[in-house]
């Protein structure tokens, strides 16, 4: 990559165009030599976590034992999480949402509506899952930047498709925060017998979350069409270099007659046959809200959705190879936020409290029960420039956030909503989940965060207010265990 010198004079796009146009191009201009991989930023944070317990008493030893203990503890969680993005992916490259693109890609009649098009697209998807709401429209800008009657800047549509996950996934039904808290089964026992249960209708439908989603979601396509330069000073996918052929998972003949059932749908019809079933049980038989808050549940309605989407076995196979490698930082990091979970809550000095403790009584100490959301949701999205999550990061706060809203009689569902809508903010411009969306894009996270970054300026103030106005009309009760 070509370095670019600290004395290196301004392009001319970042002098033209009204103010939002001009701060995007300025970040967009300084990302170019800043932004390190995001794994450094979950590695600093294990140092930062463990240096902190120490700080507070607890051994060299305790805190390593700790660290070893919490790597793996994370396991089920980590491989559901995988499983989204997988099937997430599957879904929105099979030829029925291919088709879908092709046509959502002729709706829009300028360069400008195009972008807020795909803002709004993005933001709708994620809250069904932020997976199929990141490669959907990564897509969808990709379809609408080879239509030759608009003049797309590449970089604004790519911002765009990347909204959903950093504007409203997280007060969505794919929020691993509150997939967590509903599923008992999801949570280390050290963390159940802190929060409880905490079931969805409590959380992402509580009907104050669902007002947020309404204003974040009207801000943020306003603000994607008036960051998005245009005429000639859009830069178009030709221009940054990106080839724009379809992405096509090729499916070929037979090679050999043991193969036929790998192209035949017969095999994916009896599977989602068989699966129906289940499915049918689960919401017959249930709250269709505890059904579907079940992340198990979630993740296998949307990976018997991709088989049929994609109906033969070789083409679905070929979908999730794609998908794979999409997951790689989720493998790899999740197991570190376990190891910070376990120093946080289990590493003390004998005869003393954990760092996780010290950190509930500090809240407790700075907060009031009215201020109690603005300052978790600063703090949250703070610590989320350092430890980039979709959801992991949960485990890590919530042993000491939970402890703070119970001893301030802070709604408890609530506080998830505190640090779901608080995660989200840092997403915008870490360049953590944006790794998928940017391999579909074909481009790298510094050439869509200055736009990201002209949202985040604006969400900060907007999500923190409506985090604490919001607050007081909520009622307290106590954690609900297992």
Partial sequence: MEQVTRAEPLPPDTKAGNGMERMAARVTHWAQQWFPDAYIFAALAVVVVALGALAVGAPVQRVGIAFGDGFWSLIPFTMQMAV???????????????????????????????VMFIAFVSIGTS??????????????????????????????????????MGATWALGLSSAAAQLQANAESLPKTLVAITGVIPFSETIF?????????????????????????????????DLGVALDDIELALDKPARPGEWLEYSPLVTILIVLLGLVWIGHEFTTKNPLLAISNLNTYNFVFILLGMLLNWRPRRFLNAVAKAVPSTAAVLIQFPLYGGIAFILTRAAAPGGLPLSEHLAHFFVAISSQASFPAVMGAYSAVLGFFVPSGGGKWIIEAPYVIEAAKALQVHLGWSVTVYNAAEALPNLINPFWMLPLLGVLGL???????????????HVPLVILMLWALAPTLTYHPPVMP
């Fill in 444 to 458: 790298r996270a510094k050439d869509v965060v200055g736009f990201t970054f002209t949202q985040l300026v604006v």
């Fill in 127 to 164: 809250l069904f899952n932020w997976a199929i709401s990141l490669v959907f429209s990564g897509l969808l800008a990709r379809a609408l930047a080879r239509r030759t009657d608009l003049r797309i800047d590449y970089r604004a549509a790519g911002a765009a498709a990347y909204l959903g």
């Fill in 206 to 238: 509580l009907p104050q979350s669902m007002l947020m989603v309404a204003a974040l979601t009207l801000v943020s396509v306003a603000i994607a069409g008036l960051s998005a330069p245009l005429g000639e000073r859009a830069r178009t996918a030709q």
């Fill in 84 to 114: 989204v993005a997988i099937s997430g992916y599957v879904v929105a490259v099979s030829p029925p949402a291919s088709k879908a693109i092709a046509w959502l890609a002729r709706l829009p009649k300028t360069a400008r509506g195009a």
